[in-house]
């Protein structure tokens, strides 16, 4: 009897083993804090969701950093080397992702917002400029009611954006191209903070933004955005938030938000290796994919703007998701 239960329980740790060591890794490699309201949070979000999907087929981590000094060669070396998928979510990492891909390359590697082309690295980029018409046509339609708080009369919106970088460029010519859609001679007011965690720089640059007339401001930038935010009230401007829908968390500045679903690419990558479909071209997403969209149906936003507006900001978003309105 006692050798029945020995061979079962030897047995069933093999069987455990065999599940770990078939079990994919994966490592989540962020710039800053999950804590962000944002980009990072959204990534987490689409880790968890994945999990709860594979469950003890997938073995993950993340590792959170603030800047690129945080996480060296050796460090990243040693998390590729103990992955079977690394995900790359901010662009300071990419130094590091340049020799660790030549270095492994049996280790699948991604890159949210593109590598730039760096071989056997996967591009994962967002069409950020849709989201960026959208809240372009919500920011010149609303600046020119007169009836609402905190409107002037000046003729100006603006765009705070963390660091000139192409996902942030795209969101910046997308905005253009909605302002322009709605007001072809509508000024568009912008700022460069430099540095995505610079809360105070964003705060400083949002008023600047204002002083120049903008009284609706997109921020593109990251956690410096939500310097922007705490000033919007007594600065006399309201914000289009980015990323997560930041209206939830203080509605009295932010009207919506543009949601770049982080969490969705997070999550479309695992799948493919999951489901054996992985392939290194570039990953696009937008409207269509579910990756893009502007928060405007939510409790607070439904506050904030008037129907017509959200109803056609409806229409212009399908038409962008039809191909009938060219964003680019």
Known sequence: MKKIVLSLLLLFTIALF?????????????????ADKGFNQLCMEGL???????????????VQAQDAGVLG????????????LVIVADYRY???????????????FAVLDGSGGIPGVKDVVFREEEGGFLAGVLAAILTQRHDLERINEDAAVGILIGAEIPATQRFLYGYRR??????????????????????????????SLRNRGADVIFTAAGKAGLGAIESAVSGGYWVIGVDAEQEAFNPEAVLTSV???????????IESCMD???????????????AISLSIW???????????????????????????????
């Open 298 to 328: 939510t409790r607070e936003a439904k506050r904030r703007i008037p129907v017509d507006i959200r109803n056609k900001l409806d229409v212009i978003e399908k038409n962008i998701q039809l191909g009938t309105i060219e964003v680019n």
């Open 94 to 108: 990419l130094d590091a992702l340049r020799s660790a891909a030549r270095k492994y390359p049996d280790v699948k």
């Open 178 to 207: 909605g302002v322009a859609h709605i007001s072809p001679f509508m000024r568009v007011e912008h700022a460069v903070v430099g540095d995505f965690d610079d809360v105070g720089k964003g705060r400083e640059l949002a008023l």
């Open 48 to 62: 968890e969701n994945v999990k709860n999907r594979y469950r003890r087929r997938l073995v993950t981590r993340s």
């Open 259 to 269: 949601i770049k679903n982080s969490g969705v690419a997070v999550y479309k990558i």
């Open 276 to 290: 054996d479909t992985w392939d290194e071209r570039t990953l696009s997403l937008g409207i269509k994919e579910g």
């Open 18 to 34: 065999d599940v770990a060591e078939a079990a994919l890794r994966v490592s989540l490699l962020l710039g800053g804090s999950t």
């Open 73 to 84: 060669l050796s460090l990243f070396d040693k998390i590729a080397a103990e992955s079977d």
